[in-house]
């Protein structure tokens, strides 16, 4: 069955560093693949959703990287804040059917 | 626009009894979800509506758990009877089409003591 990998060690970095989350999968690419935040005692919020003929998507000051060979997806946040504090989730859907799989989330803490 | 609305929002009962959760999701979204989070784990898909029909609900333990979406609208999680490893947050999501970005409601968490 398929896997996905979030790093599950919290990262932390310094206000105004770029941040970046790993995700990893086995076997077969998705049909695309979507980046979520969650805040603590809420619902993931939806960040951006990438396609798999596509290698990079770009939204203020995220960016998604989609790496079919390596089997790997990268969420970057340049200038980051600590309003960015939160655990982002990466989820993929492999059979284009709206079923999404999500890895366990990676937590970023933002220092000032 | 009014988010998905999902009722109650905490809810603690004891092993073998049943609890139900409510979902209305974003009006005019085709796809609901129900997923069930476990404390420091990712939302793991228990059953997906396309409209009235069900799309997938390989993951829901049938035994136990059912579903049902009313007129393609408003869908009911029920558990019954719950056991201890059923506590976690239970998220209710839906979205325009299958291939678009799911919107979340606020989630249920449910405490079996």
């Known amino acids: 069955s398929q896997k996905i990998e979030q790093n599950s060690e919290?990262?932390?970095?310094?206000?105004?560093?770029?941040a970046t989350l790993t995700c990893n999968y086995t076997n077969y690419s998705p049909a695309y693949l979507q980046w979520y935040r969650q805040d603590p005692g809420r619902g993931p919020v939806f960040l951006l959703l990438i396609r798999e003929n596509e290698k990079e998507k770009r939204k203020e000051r995220l960016k998604v990287t989609f790496d079919t060979t390596l089997k790997q997806s990268l969420f970057h946040i340049t200038?980051?804040?600590?309003?960015?504090?939160?655990?982002?989730?990466?989820?993929?859907?492999?059979?284009?059917?709206?079923?999404?799989?999500?890895?366990?989330?990676?937590?970023?803490?933002?220092k000032p | 626009?009014?988010?998905?609305?999902?009722s109650p929002r905490y809810k603690i009962i004891e092993k073998r009894q049943s609890v139900a959760f409510w979902c209305n999701p974003i009006s005019g979204h085709a796809t609901l979800y129900w997923y069930q989070q476990i404390l420091g784990q990712g939302p793991?898909?228990?059953?997906?509506?396309?409209?009235?029909?069900?799309?997938?609900?390989?993951?829901?333990p049938k035994d136990r758990f059912s579903a049902e979406r009313l007129k393609g609208v408003d869908s009911t999680l029920k558990i019954q009877p719950?056991?201890?490893?059923?506590?976690?947050?239970?998220?209710?999501a839906?979205?325009?089409?299958?291939?678009?970005?799911?919107?979340?409601?606020?989630?249920?968490?449910?405490t079996v003591v």
């Open chain 1, 79 to 110: 200038a980051s804040q600590p309003a960015d504090s939160a655990t982002y989730l990466c989820a993929l859907d492999f059979g284009n059917t709206g079923k999404l799989i999500f890895g366990q989330g990676t937590t970023l803490q933002v």
């Open chain 2, 44 to 60: 793991k898909l228990l059953i997906q509506f396309q409209n009235n029909g069900v799309v997938d609900d390989s993951q829901l």
């Open chain 2, 1 to 6: 626009e009014a988010g998905v609305a999902q």
């Open chain 2, 82 to 92: 719950a056991k201890l490893e059923d506590s976690a947050v239970y998220l209710c």
């Open chain 2, 94 to 110: 839906s979205s325009l089409w299958t291939d678009s970005e799911a919107f979340f409601g606020q989630g249920t968490r449910l």
């Open chain 1, 10 to 18: 919290a990262l932390n970095i310094q206000e105004g560093k770029t």
